[in-house]
């Protein structure tokens, strides 16, 4: 049989819901010479019966079942059984554009200095309802190495397209950096070629929003641990702790998510969150200027 040139990890927890729509969005790309390689991560729903009967239908899908150990092990065991060239991420509840693999694999083979390739992302809602760009998405190799250095989030994980020896090269994720297993991910791969998001946004990327913020302290301690452990390796000194803060917790997404659909021009979106916000925190004067905002349109 002959391999196909980009596997697909796909781990999968509990996905019922989004599962079928995020494998159909991967199964319907123009560039078709790909493996799917579902990880069931111990579900104790039925996104294990939803992934048999989908590769039941189409061989270019493989099904492991694991038991319950997290995604760093579920995205190990997907690399090791991979046979393509190339590597993709996918998680079980985003939705790829049609030509995704298309655009990134044609990158990838024209820059051979190029190690991986992500995209802009257009942010979804757990409905499926548009929010806007992603902040954060880098462009240029140096942008994104000096984001990642920083702290920032300047590519994607389920967007990435990347070599496959280069990803057996730094030996694949490594334990103890979850939730940020992609960002020390990422700073190994630097050492080993350039990085680049692609203009065109080829993934929609769901998130689900809380109505408060809640403190990143503890898992932020894990990200200033991998990025310091980079930035030694390039002579850079580390992060000033001290001074460091995590996000505040005092806004609610529900505003942050209606000021990004006004810019973006999804005023439905908009209003549907200014109204929850309202809801939700009825004595911030923040949500009321949120209202006000999304109903004029603007």
Known sequence: MCSPRV????????????????VRSVLNQTFSDFELIAVDDGSTDRSR???DTLGAHDARIRVISRPNTGIVGALNDALAGARGEYIARMDCDDLAAPERFAAQVRFLDDRRDVVLVGSR??????D???????AGVARGSAAIERALLDGGWPVVHPTILTRKNAMVAVGGYREGTFPYEDHDLF?????HGRMENLAEPLLHYRRHAQSVVVSQKNTRLILLDVVDAARRRRGEPPIDRAADRPNNPRWSRRHDWVWLALRSGHTRTARKYSFRAVREQPFLKESWEALYCAWRGR
């Open 121 to 126: 992302v257009l942010l979804i809602d757990k």
């Open 128 to 134: 499926g309802a548009p929010v806007g760009d992603m």
């Open 49 to 51: 019966k939803l992934l």
């Open 187 to 191: 700073l190994r791969l630097l050492d």
């Open 7 to 22: 596997s697909v990890l796909m781990p999968v927890y509990n996905g019922e819901r989004y599962v079928q729509s995020a």
